[in-house]
């Protein structure tokens, strides 16, 4: 893919037209025949063929016109409440835009007028493109505040235990903490050992959200091994850098990192290796922590042995590595996959915990970093820029919840839910609108979603391709994609900012997300609050002001376009006040404290204390790991991390995922002595399951996993086989999606995170002539009906096929 030419000029296009996308920055043109061309950026290092398949503007999947499920409409051209149920079975009909826009204005106004505003769930939480004007999340958030409130999800998928836990801890933001860690050439300058939690997994630094300047990590972190640097990776899988030879790689069960933790200060105190200077300057709650490690305070001592025997390393190698970290320069660094698991909010703490033992938090090239490898842009150097993103607008009549509990709420209105020292209660929810996510994609438990999306009364979706999500919605919008608008760019992860206008028309009936929900906010009555008056080009216009504000060497809009990409230097100031923090705090902790209580990193915390949980780092049993009773009926503990080959379900159907399939399915990786178990070889087809459901898979056997876990990665679009059923009767994902199996519970009443990585499962091969007859078919369209025919039907009975 990555060979293909541009021949700009051809048409008539500027040969450097630039494009950022999440995956980086490309070179943007047509082809002889008129069509979108992209090609890496030749300056970029290590370029990503994966945003390539983004000039398949035209793709069989893309939704061509406004659609509505035809039981839902004709429910609601009757005047009758409509049902949840049909979803993803009824036929669509096509309609005319005015008429879409006026269907989707009077149910938001209807849900609003007898339910009120809370009914209206927009937490649609999803990646969506790069640009900070065309943001679909951000554009419905507008337009539901305007229209006069609305649910909003809030936290992400992504870091949720993290985001809630580091603002206990360090009283910073979590992008501020982020921030403050050391960034990639201090590491390569200056640290000694980097211990990571996770790994530096450098397939997730193809991209990054908002976009990357180009892709730095692994050159980053190959110059620190060059230059010497001892790089520990405590995983389950092999990262990179393990997989070579470069990184020591202990095996750690999932789940259990606290109680690893917990044993490296143990002998760390009992060798008297800690730096104890160092806490009592910069931390609260350490003699309460070290009570608890030392067993003073009832529990067993965190001794090596005792974490042997929950993580499954060896007591040797745990002391051999506290010792290892003692008296160097050391990053603790933490891959968000690690908080991604019930308590996960208690890994990122017992990290912060270590890191302040070792007296490292606020040294150059020391500390804690929570998402190295975790994206492109976390560790880049800080420019201290802005970008200017459009942003929300107030939402007084609405409420927040957890955007992980979605679920939780549409089967439980009414219910409490305990999240961050508040408590909630499930608002009742009618209306549900996405816009530039997959709850398809993201969310654990489908099977549980499946039931509590048959709730809400009426569901929305703006995409541009048909997912599961579009597929099960009841009104469904075209978006157009990043080619077919202008927008600007970039900056959040590094310098490189681009700006670009539409390389192509809308394909088919395609509009903007801004379009389609200003048409919405003029049949409410409320465009003005919705866009302050302005059309896309003044906004445009408005948000490179406001990023070039406080600056004097940044061009106008006219010169970012006809520059198309610009790469401006850090702002010394912003460098100083963001990435410095934790230094400053170290310098002199009584003129520059932590905005914590106590003022210092918290070690011991009353807040959370309060939340009903232990008030110090502290190792919980989950519900599911290596330990739990569940292992007897299913002892494999299933990973599910992101996808090497596309971005979540974002291109999945193009070249580079699935040249990555096996007949078509996601590939399992299974350590062979648990294939060997099971009688399974490479390449076989597999049923993975539990009982929450089922999938099937392709087996890849390695050694870069550890025996008793296995990893599918996310991203495979949901494939239920229409023959193939589970043990409770509902249908085997025939296409490998891990969300079938994760388990939909939050993380702990701190963050209520995604903990989808808390997951037991079986597997076992499937039979051949099975695996042939349930040969996967996701990328399909739904079913159409013409108008006529199922309007005068009778809904009770079901369309007309
Ligand atoms: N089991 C398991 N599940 C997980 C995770 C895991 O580790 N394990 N990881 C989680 C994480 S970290 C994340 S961030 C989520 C990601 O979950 P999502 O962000 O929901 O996943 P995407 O597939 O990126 O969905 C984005 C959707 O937006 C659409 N889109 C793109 N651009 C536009 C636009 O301009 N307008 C509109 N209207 N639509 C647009 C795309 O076509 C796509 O359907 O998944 C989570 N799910
Ligand atoms: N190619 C690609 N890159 C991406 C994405 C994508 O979809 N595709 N998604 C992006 C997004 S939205 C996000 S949020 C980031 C996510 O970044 P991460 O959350 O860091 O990525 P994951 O791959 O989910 O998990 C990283 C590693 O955590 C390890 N791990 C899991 N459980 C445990 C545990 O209990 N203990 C220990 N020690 N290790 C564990 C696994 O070995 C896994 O390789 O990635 C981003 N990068
Ligand atoms: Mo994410």
Same mark, same amino acid.
């Given at each position: 893919?990555?060979?293909?030419?541009?021949?700009?000029?051809?048409?008539?296009?500027?040969?450097?037209?630039?494009? %950022?996308?999440? =995956?980086?920055?490309?070179?943007?043109?047509?082809?002889?025949?008129?069509?979108?061309?992209?090609?890496?950026?030749?300056?970029?290092?290590?370029?990503?063929?994966?945003?390539?398949?983004?000039?398949?503007?035209?793709?069989?999947?893309?939704?061509? +016109?406004?659609?509505?499920?035809?039981?839902?409409?004709?429910?609601?051209?009757?005047?009758?409440? @409509?049902?949840?149920?049909?979803?993803?079975?009824?036929?669509?009909?096509?309609?005319?835009?005015?008429? *879409?826009?006026?269907?989707?204005?009077?149910?938001?106004?209807? #849900?609003?007028?007898?339910?009120?505003?809370?009914?209206? =769930?927009?937490?649609? =939480?999803?990646?969506?493109?790069?640009?900070?004007?065309?943001?679909?999340?951000?554009?419905?958030?507008?337009?539901?505040?305007?229209?006069? /409130?609305?649910? %909003?999800?809030?936290?992400?998928?992504?870091?949720?235990?993290?985001?809630?836990?580091?603002?206990?801890?360090?009283?910073?933001?979590?992008?501020?903490?982020?921030?403050?860690?050391?960034?990639?050439?201090?590491?390569?300058?200056?640290?000694?050992?980097?211990?990571?939690?996770?790994?530096?997994?450098? +397939?997730?630094?193809?991209?990054?959200?908002?976009? #990357?300047?180009?892709?730095?990590?692994?050159?980053?972190?190959?110059?620190?091994?060059?230059?010497?640097?001892?790089?520990?990776?405590?995983?389950?899988?092999?990262?990179?850098?393990?997989?070579?030879?470069?990184?020591?790689?202990?095996?750690?069960?999932?789940?259990?990192?606290?109680?690893?933790?917990?044993?490296?200060?143990?002998?760390?105190?009992?060798?008297?290796?800690?730096? +104890?200077?160092?806490?009592?300057?910069?931390?609260?709650?350490?003699?309460?922590?070290?009570?608890? #490690?030392?067993?003073?305070?009832?529990?067993?001592?965190?001794?090596?042995?005792?974490?042997?025997?929950?993580?499954?390393? *060896?007591?040797?190698?745990?002391?051999?590595?506290?010792?290892?970290?003692?008296?160097?320069?050391?990053?603790?660094?933490?891959?968000?996959?690690?908080?991604?698991?019930?308590?996960?909010?208690?890994?990122?703490?017992?990290?912060?915990?270590?890191?302040?033992?070792?007296?490292?938090?606020?040294?150059?090239?020391? /500390?804690?970093?929570? /998402? =190295?490898?975790?994206?492109?842009? &976390?560790?880049?150097?800080?420019?201290?820029?802005?970008?200017?993103?459009?942003?929300?607008?107030?939402?007084?009549?609405?409420?927040? !919840?957890?955007?992980?509990?979605?679920?939780?709420?549409?089967?439980?209105?009414?219910?409490?839910?305990?999240?961050?020292?508040?408590?909630?209660?499930?608002?009742? #929810?009618?209306?549900?609108?996405?816009?530039?996510?997959?709850?398809?994609?993201?969310?654990?438990?489908?099977?549980?979603?499946?039931?509590?999306?048959?709730?809400?009364?009426?569901?929305?979706?703006?995409?541009?391709?048909?997912?599961?999500?579009?597929?099960?919605?009841?009104? !469904?919008?075209?978006?157009?994609?990043?080619?077919?608008?202008?927008?600007?760019?970039?900056?959040?992860?590094?310098?490189?900012?681009?700006?670009?206008?539409?390389?192509?028309?809308?394909?088919?009936?395609?509009?903007?997300?801004?379009?389609?929900?200003?048409?919405?906010?003029?049949?409410?009555?409320? +465009?003005?609050? &919705?866009?302050?008056?302005?059309?896309?080009?003044?906004?445009?216009?408005?948000?490179?002001?406001?990023?070039?504000?406080?600056?004097?060497?940044? @061009?106008?809009?006219?010169?970012?376009?006809?520059?198309?990409?610009?790469?401006?230097?850090?702002?010394?100031?912003?460098?100083?006040?963001?990435?410095?923090?934790?230094?400053? &705090?170290?310098?002199?902790?009584?003129?520059?404290?932590?905005?914590?209580?106590?003022?210092?990193?918290?070690?011991?915390?009353?807040?959370?204390?309060?939340?009903?949980?232990?008030?110090?780092?502290?190792?919980?049993?989950?519900?599911?790991?290596?330990?739990?009773?569940?292992?007897?009926?299913?002892?494999?503990?299933?990973?599910?991390?992101?996808?090497?080959?596309?971005?979540?379900?974002?291109?999945?159907?193009?070249?580079?995922?699935?040249?990555?399939?096996?007949?078509?399915?996601?590939?399992?990786?299974?350590?062979?002595?648990?294939?060997?178990?099971?009688?399974?070889?490479?390449?076989?087809?597999?049923?993975?399951?539990?009982?929450?459901?089922?999938?099937?898979?392709?087996?890849?056997?390695?050694?870069?996993?550890?025996?008793?876990?296995?990893?599918?990665?996310?991203?495979?679009?949901?494939?239920?086989?229409?023959?193939?059923?589970?043990?409770?009767?509902?249908?085997?994902?025939?296409?490998?999606?891990?969300?079938?199996?994760?388990?939909?519970?939050?993380?702990?009443?701190?963050?209520?995170?995604?903990?989808?990585?808390?997951?037991?499962?079986?597997?076992?091969?499937?039979?051949?002539?099975?695996?042939?007859?349930?040969?996967?078919?996701?990328?399909?369209?739904?079913?159409?009906?013409?108008?006529?025919?199922?309007?005068?039907?009778?809904?009770?009975?079901?369309?007309?096929?």
């Amino acid at each position: 893919m990555s060979d293909r030419s541009i021949e700009p000029g051809a048409t008539g296009t500027h040969p450097t037209r630039w494009l %950022m996308t999440h =995956y980086g920055p490309y070179q943007a043109g047509l082809d002889a025949a008129g069509r979108p061309q992209l090609a890496p950026d030749p300056a970029d290092p290590a370029p990503t063929p994966l945003g390539l398949a983004l000039a398949e503007v035209d793709h069989r999947l893309r939704i061509r +016109r406004p659609a509505a499920r035809s039981t839902w409409l004709a429910a609601v051209e009757a005047g009758r409440d @409509p049902e949840g149920t049909g979803r993803g079975e009824a036929p669509f009909v096509e309609l005319p835009w005015d008429e *879409a826009l006026d269907l989707a204005a009077a149910e938001l106004a209807r #849900i609003h007028r007898d339910h009120g505003p809370t009914a209206i =769930y927009g937490g649609s =939480y999803g990646w969506g493109s790069a640009g900070w004007f065309h943001r679909a999340r951000a554009q419905l958030h507008r337009l539901l505040a305007a229209a006069g /409130g609305f649910t %909003m999800g809030v936290g992400t998928y992504s870091h949720g235990a993290a985001e809630r836990m580091i603002p206990h801890v360090l009283g910073l933001d979590f992008a501020a903490a982020g921030a403050a860690a050391p960034d990639w050439d201090e590491i390569a300058a200056t640290t000694d050992i980097l211990l990571s939690f996770g790994g530096i997994p450098l +397939r997730n630094t193809q991209l990054d959200w908002g976009g #990357i300047p180009g892709h730095r990590v692994g050159a980053a972190l190959e110059r620190a091994l060059d230059r010497g640097l001892d790089m520990v990776t405590v995983a389950p899988m092999a990262d990179d850098a393990a997989a070579a030879g470069r990184a020591r790689w202990l095996r750690i069960r999932p789940g259990t990192d606290v109680a690893l933790i917990l044993a490296l200060l143990h002998v760390l105190v009992s060798e008297g290796l800690i730096d +104890r200077p160092a806490l009592d300057r910069l931390t609260h709650g350490w003699p309460v922590l070290e009570a608890h #490690i030392l067993g003073r305070d009832g529990t067993p001592p965190k001794t090596p042995a005792w974490a042997a025997g929950i993580t499954g390393i *060896a007591d040797a190698a745990i002391t051999a590595l506290a010792r290892r970290l003692a008296g160097r320069r050391a990053v603790i660094a933490m891959a968000w996959g690690v908080q991604r698991h019930q308590n996960g909010e208690m890994a990122v703490w017992a990290a912060h915990a270590l890191a302040a033992a070792l007296g490292q938090i606020g040294l150059p090239g020391g /500390g804690v970093g929570i /998402g =190295y490898g975790a994206g492109g842009g &976390f560790g880049l150097p800080q420019t201290g820029r802005r970008p200017g993103l459009i942003g929300a607008l107030p939402n007084p009549n609405g409420m927040e !919840v957890p955007v992980s509990r979605f679920a939780d709420i549409l089967l439980a209105p009414g219910a409490t839910i305990d999240h961050d020292g508040r408590r909630i209660t499930a608002p009742d #929810i009618r209306l549900v609108w996405w816009a530039g996510g997959n709850p398809f994609h993201h969310h654990q438990d489908l099977n549980r979603l499946i039931r509590a999306w048959a709730v809400p009364r009426t569901i929305i979706v703006q995409d541009m391709v048909w997912t599961q999500a579009a597929r099960r919605a009841d009104l !469904v919008l075209p978006a157009t994609g990043p080619l077919e608008r202008a927008d600007i760019a970039g900056g959040l992860q590094g310098p490189t900012i681009i700006a670009a206008d539409a390389l192509v028309p809308p394909v088919a009936e395609a509009r903007d997300d801004h379009a389609i929900l200003a048409a919405i906010a003029d049949r409410l009555g409320c +465009r003005s609050a &919705f866009d302050d008056g302005l059309d896309a080009e003044a906004w445009l216009a408005r948000l490179w002001d406001r990023a070039r504000s406080g600056t004097d060497d940044l @061009p106008d809009l006219a010169g970012l376009r006809a520059a198309g990409r610009i790469d401006p230097p850090p702002l010394p100031d912003a460098v100083r006040t963001r990435a410095g923090r934790l230094a400053r &705090f170290r310098a002199d902790p009584a003129a520059d404290p932590l905005p914590t209580p106590s003022g210092r990193i918290e070690l011991a915390s009353d807040r959370i204390a309060a939340m009903g949980l232990p008030g110090h780092p502290c190792w919980q049993p989950p519900a599911e790991w290596a330990g739990s009773d569940l292992t007897a009926r299913f002892p494999l503990h299933l990973l599910s991390p992101q996808p090497a080959t596309r971005l979540h379900g974002q291109l999945d159907h193009a070249a580079p995922s699935l040249a990555a399939k096996h007949d078509g399915r996601e590939r399992v990786m299974l350590h062979p002595e648990d294939a060997a178990a099971r009688g399974i070889a490479d390449g076989d087809c597999v049923m993975i399951w539990n009982d929450r459901g089922a999938c099937l898979a392709a087996a890849r056997l390695s050694t870069d996993i550890m025996p008793g876990v296995a990893a599918l990665p996310t991203g495979a679009w949901y494939d239920p086989s229409p023959t193939l059923k589970d043990a409770a009767g509902r249908p085997v994902c025939r296409h490998g999606n891990p969300n079938l199996l994760t388990r939909d519970a939050g993380s702990s009443p701190i963050a209520q995170a995604p903990a989808a990585q808390t997951c037991l499962v079986d597997i076992r091969r499937v039979d051949p002539a099975t695996a042939a007859a349930e040969r996967p078919s996701p990328y399909e369209g739904p079913m159409f009906a013409d108008r006529d025919t199922v309007t005068t039907a009778s809904p009770d009975t079901g369309p007309a096929a």
